[in-house]
């Protein structure tokens, strides 16, 4: 068993010392008393909590606990009232759960929800083969994605039977392991990547809690590792008495910001307004992460990736998943005919679109995105063979309309054409000179001023300036990168890994792979490989 760490379920029952629920809800006599020296009494000033909406534990810094069985509602009245938590753990689902849950009912969460309670949803699934605890039901390694993703599916059911909202964070529970069985450890990544990614999937988030010894410590070693689908939140085990999320052992960019959970003691008694619960003391950094703003073809809050395979044709959808990109589908034949394709929300329906130009007569299309697929095309432009790389601006000039940036080839002017929703009005022209300059990606908000910004590669030097937008233009441009003429079909993804700034895709042109670079506001961090024989796909959009 690791060091300051035991398992998080070994908390049985509630225990309501008080008699009657008239004598618990009077508290006119009742003292507030705690086993917990670190924790003030609250005052009746402190008791004002403001109801909690959408999912959960939505945005909170503070004191939470959790207990074994869900309170009742009488329970959970008194402690709002008389004790310093604000946020409760609650076990709604898994096959290793070992207590029942008579109190927890959608109107159980919809009524702790509406009195201010924040609930960190907690699921006691499949352990690991090689786990220190006593539970009964393992994970099979050589099954170990399938059984994630079938778990995540599970979790999904349990969570929305309760009525937890969509983008609710729902953790996982893994009880502390032994670290000497590789294959074990293998498989127990492999599991809580596939669960990670199912999750988003089917439109929720991914937490996880384990013990700092072996289930955190790994999280932290595969946090960077490419294809690896890490939890988005974090929930640490260690017991040591101090409410607070930060750890040496947990490196200050990862889960950050607002994605932290800490149990900083165990199992114990504690009684407010008269009333007892065994419980374990939390403490919460959490907030939503926010979804990307422009990129998710799908809708379901990350960003996806399309790129057409010019060998047959073919344009295919890639799921992304914050992490890395899923197999991939088939939404359109016959693409060959265009010389330019790309994507963003034209109509303004919360859907991404698909302009392309026709490479034989210069008109540009539009592929309005419907829930059934892409609709029939629309043309929305004509003469457009006098113009090279042409990108997606997102609202440009700010005004409601998704724009389009373009270079005209004879004279390198750099003109905006603003959207309409299925037209332009008309162009405008905000730089020259730009016949020096390849491969422009709108990037989104990449500096975080309210203003999108472009990337763009200079063709001699294969310098990556990033040129900050600006009310009818550009300011001066930062030099974001060097060796960039290495790379091909640089794309503007949106917040890939919603970590709340734009992020890039591109290929390398000797090895086909495909590179994610994270976004940084004024540069990216260190690229990660997220695939492999993209060679024979082109263009990335």
Not at 353 to 375: E, F, M, N, Q
Not at 397 to 411: F, H, I, K, P, W
Not at 528 to 539: A, H, L
Request: proline share 5%; charged share 15%; with cysteine.
């Amino acid at each position: 068993m690791d060091s300051m760490y035991f398992p998080r379920t070994r908390r049985h029952m509630i225990r309501v010392l008080a008699v009657g629920v008239v004598t618990l809800l009077a508290l006119t006599a009742a003292t507030p008393t705690s086993d917990h020296a670190t924790t003030a009494p609250v005052t009746a000033a402190d008791t004002t909590a403001a109801a909690v909406t959408g999912p959960s534990p939505g945005t909170f810094t503070g004191l939470g606990f959790d207990a074994c069985t869900a309170p009742s509602a009488e329970t959970m009245q008194v402690w709002l009232t008389a004790s310093p938590y604000r946020a409760i753990g609650i076990y709604f689902g898994g096959i290793n759960r070992a207590c029942t849950q008579p109190n927890l009912t959608v109107s159980w969460v919809t009524e702790q929800q509406a009195a201010g309670w924040h609930l960190m949803p907690i699921y006691l699934g499949l352990q690991a083969p090689c786990t220190t605890s006593t539970k009964r039901y393992l994970i099979d390694p050589a099954n170990a994605v399938a059984q994630g993703r079938a778990q995540a599916e599970d979790a999904v059911a349990q969570a929305k039977a309760v009525g937890l909202a969509p983008e609710s964070v729902l953790i996982f529970d893994m009880e502390a392991y032994r670290t000497d069985d590789a294959a074990c450890r293998s498989g127990v990544l492999a599991f809580l990547s596939a669960w990670t990614a199912r999750l988003h999937d089917l439109g929720y988030l991914s937490g996880f809690y384990g013990s700092m010894g072996s289930g955190v410590a790994d999280q932290v070693a595969a946090y960077n590792t490419p294809g690896y689908v890490r939890p988005d939140y974090v929930d640490f085990a260690r017991w040591d008495g101090i409410a607070a999320v930060s750890d040496p052992a947990v490196p200050s960019g990862y889960w950050s910001p607002q994605r932290r959970m800490k149990q900083y003691r165990g199992g114990h008694d504690e009684t407010w307004g008269g009333v007892t619960i065994n419980i374990d003391n939390d403490y919460l950094e959490v907030a939503p992460i926010p979804a990307t703003p422009f990129g998710d073809f799908t809708g379901n809050g990350w960003s996806d990736l399309l790129s057409r395979q010019p060998s047959t044709g073919n344009l295919y959808l890639y799921a992304g998943n914050g992490t890395s990109l899923g197999n991939r589908t088939t939404i359109g034949v016959g693409w060959n005919g265009m010389d330019v394709i790309i994507r963003t929300d034209f109509t303004r329906d919360g859907h991404e679109d698909v302009i392309a130009r026709a490479k034989s007569t210069g008109y540009l299309w539009l592929y309005p995105h419907t829930p059934s697929g892409l609709a029939s095309r629309i043309l929305i432009g004509t003469s457009w063979n006098s113009m090279r790389e042409i990108t997606p601006a997102n609202d440009f000039n700010r005004d409601g309309y998704r724009d389009l940036l373009a270079v005209q080839t004879s004279t390198g002017y750099l003109y905006l054409y603003p959207g309409r929703g299925t037209s332009f009005g008309p162009r405008v022209l905000v730089g020259t000179g730009w016949n020096s300059m390849d491969e422009l990606a709108g990037i989104g908000d990449f500096n975080r001023d309210g203003y999108q910004d472009l990337i763009a590669r200079q063709k001699t030097t294969g310098y990556l300036f990033l040129y900050p937008g600006r009310a009818g233009g550009f300011g001066a441009k930062l030099q974001v990168g060097t060796g960039w003429n290495s790379m091909r079909d640089l794309v503007g993804i949106g917040d890939f890994n919603r970590d709340g700034y734009p992020d890039l895709l591109a290929i390398e042109k000797s090895t086909s792979y495909l590179y994610f670079y994270r976004g940084r506001g004024t540069s990216f961090a260190a690229r990660i490989r997220i695939g492999t024989s993209w060679g024979g796909m082109q263009p990335l959009l």
